[in-house]
């Protein structure tokens, strides 16, 4: 097998032999590292904004090895906060990769059998262009002059990703949250293109409640006088009080009740008694304010801002004249969707709905909810019911596909 | 019935014929309008904080009418962000009170029958001494200088204003969330003054997640550089972004899934379609935003941080050695527990977890769960089967006690 079909896993060592790949112009990127496909000014991203947005790049890692006939890629969509480093030393955290639990050798993602492929979104902010990428009409960082960026345009841009990188098809996409988002916009744009997805945690369109959750962090972001209209980057400043809070918030969102309560209760801090004072008295006080505080070491707030609202006006069945069905009509792919009992951001009932729908499109659906009591991160956890779930599905796909 | 022990609709017409009144030193409030019991340096409030709070004033309404034996009075306690404009037009906002719902002429709680009196806790902003009060020692606004307050103290000063008034004990005390709190903790330190208790969509403690909402608003309050460290009176300043996002968050959670879908859905405000910006592209944004901004012009941030933390610290079973039960043991007060089915601020766990104790305490109590897709804020709006339980539960009491 030569380099040019035997993509192998992307660290930043190999870059020099895959920059010699053909038609693959990836170099790398300063930060962070990893492997980086560049897209210049004849090759511009088409936007549901109407924007033609070029150049533009997206930054991804792989592991795995891509067989000959290209038939094992598999493509791993992140979530909110997510990035490519999902199996791989976090550049900026240090911490291991954010879905290590479910993708590896051995697991049921097992890169000794597959190729995979995650990239960071557009409009992210770890090597993808995004609000703080400079824009080449300005010089400056683009801030709020980015065109809005949708599911769809995340999807458009990856389908660029995999058109590089010489992968025409995809044996399975998966994904959580956001990133089970990513998934269904695959199924419905690229049916041809897939042959197994599967959708966690996720719902077909984002419901009014968590709308309203993201508005705040929003607004929590945008009254922070440090965020100085979107434009902190010149302004020298960082909006960090306002994308803690908006941190602070969210994380409450995916976690639940009993998790909390499991985790943290009522105790207090190195104590048994109130402080009378606003300071972090609870455990779950301190909690919160840690996430906050290491969230925005590593995350931009406008990227934030983005990406919520790309969330936002995700609505599938929109597209479709409102028949979620439609958007799965003659579909060959074969789906396994999954939920967790405690998701009250994405709870059961949007993975029927999801199912429902795919059902009235005769494809082929597996359903499986999880008991558990971590709330919507549970997709992240150590949940092996979850493990066990995908690994049947994956291996009975694979097993469909001849791999 | 003579003046001192008629006391009648406390509107500030009746104040300087109150005024006169034996052991009354009530007083017409500047701002908000109504009736004030001051109490001077020899009538402390002893708070949990260790304090002994002089002087302090409580400004509160009545309603209805005290029968001669004084054994029909009612006291409606409020919730976080409420007052005592429980039946009379808010002097601020111009509304309606926000309980007419519930008590007036010939409602559950009828002012024909029963003589009403709702106070604004200790450490709220309207009238009755808080964080924005005159410190006496400096001459300045309390700021964070004000002693942290508890639901206990809130109900300790509730307790030296009905003696003021005359009142020993209450035929009903009655209030949901916040006000729950505070009637829990009336018929576990005032047993012998509380004749039916009527605690609704609460709980016997605050739950870690709802301590973590509470912090992220305490969060946004304090990222807010016009809070000036709690001294934004003297500074001149608002910290009305801070608050308007504590507000937007907090109102999520008083709300529900079912009931946010159905009044906003994903509907775009004036279009069908996105506007590809951050604009409040949909009604639930614009909703939203619209709360944040009616609640700065009423509310007062340190206030909102005082009272937030005041339920973050309450514990009833804590006090007990960690045994609900005892916080009850010898009670004859008759209780009546009422949750909604949608409510996941205070769940129906909650209030089960009330009745068990009583249960245990073998108090006589009736629960009542109402269905109701409205969330926690269904006990302030039209619900006519809470009203119908409500109405069953204090004709019952009233018959036991003869009125």
């Given at each position: 097998?030569?380099?040019?079909?035997?993509?192998?896993?992307?660290?930043?060592?190999?870059?020099?032999?895959?920059?010699?790949?053909?038609?693959?112009?990836v170099s790398q990127a300063h930060e962070p590292k990893g492997l980086v496909a560049r897209f210049g000014p004849d090759e511009p991203l088409a936007m549901d904004a109407g924007v033609q947005l070029a150049p533009f790049q997206i930054a991804y890692q792989t592991a795995g090895t891509l067989n000959a006939d290209r038939s094992n890629a598999v493509l791993i969509c992140h979530a909110l906060t997510g990035d490519q480093h999902f199996a791989h030393t976090h550049?900026?955290?240090?911490?291991?990769?954010?879905?290590?639990?479910?993708?590896?050798?051995?697991?049921?993602v097992d890169t000794d059998r597959y190729f995979?492929?995650?990239?960071?979104?557009?409009?992210?902010?770890?090597?993808?262009?995004?609000?703080?990428s400079i824009d080449p009409a300005t010089g400056r960082a683009y801030g709020l002059d980015f065109p809005l960026v949708t599911i769809r345009d995340m999807v458009r841009a990856q389908a660029m990703l995999l058109d590089r990188l010489g992968i025409r098809d995809l044996f399975l996409c998966?994904?959580?949250?956001?990133?089970?988002?990513?998934?269904?916009?695959?199924?419905?744009?690229?049916?041809?293109?897939?042959?197994?997805?599967?959708?966690?945690a996720t719902g077909p369109r984002h419901s009014a409640q968590n709308i309203a959750f993201h508005e705040v962090g929003r607004q929590a972001i945008m009254?922070?006088?440090?965020?100085?209209?979107?434009?902190?980057?010149?302004?020298?400043?960082?909006?960090?009080k306002g994308l803690g809070v908006a941190r602070m918030g969210a994380h409450i969102t995916y976690l639940s009740e009993p998790a909390l309560h499991r985790k943290f209760g009522r105790r207090f801090q190195g104590g048994s008694a109130p402080t009378f004072s606003f300071n972090a008295d609870f455990q779950i006080e301190s909690y919160l304010?840690?996430?906050?505080?290491?969230?925005?070491?590593?995350?931009?707030?406008?990227?934030?801002?983005y990406l919520t609202r790309a969330m936002d006006y995700f609505d599938l069945a929109a597209d479709q004249g409102g028949v979620l069905a439609n958007a799965f009509k003659g579909t060959k792919t074969r789906f396994c969707v999954m939920s967790f009992t405690?998701?009250?951001?994405?709870?059961?009932?949007?993975?029927?709905?999801?199912?429902?729908?795919?059902?009235?499109?005769?494809?082929p659906v597996a359903f499986v909810e999880v008991e558990s009591d971590k709330g919507h991160d549970a997709f992240l956890l150590d949940e092996p019911a979850m493990f066990a779930a995908a690994r049947g599905f994956i291996d009975a796909a694979a097993r469909a596909r001849g791999l």
């Open positions: 097998m030569s380099l040019d079909t035997a993509l192998k896993v992307g660290t930043p060592e190999d870059v020099s032999a895959r920059a010699d790949a053909p038609g693959a112009e550049p900026v955290t240090g911490k291991r990769g954010w879905w290590e639990t479910l993708v590896g050798p051995g697991k049921p995979v492929v995650c990239s960071n979104v557009v409009g992210s902010c770890m090597g993808s262009t995004g609000p703080a998966i994904g959580g949250s956001m990133g089970g988002m990513q998934v269904l916009q695959w199924a419905a744009s690229y049916p041809e293109r897939v042959f197994a997805a599967m959708p966690i009254a922070d006088p440090a965020w100085a209209e979107g434009r902190y980057l010149e302004a020298g400043t960082r909006p960090a304010r840690h996430q906050g505080l290491s969230f925005v070491e590593r995350f931009d707030a406008n990227a934030y801002l405690s998701d009250w951001l994405f709870p059961t009932s949007e993975s029927r709905a999801i199912v429902h729908a795919l059902n009235a499109a005769s494809a």
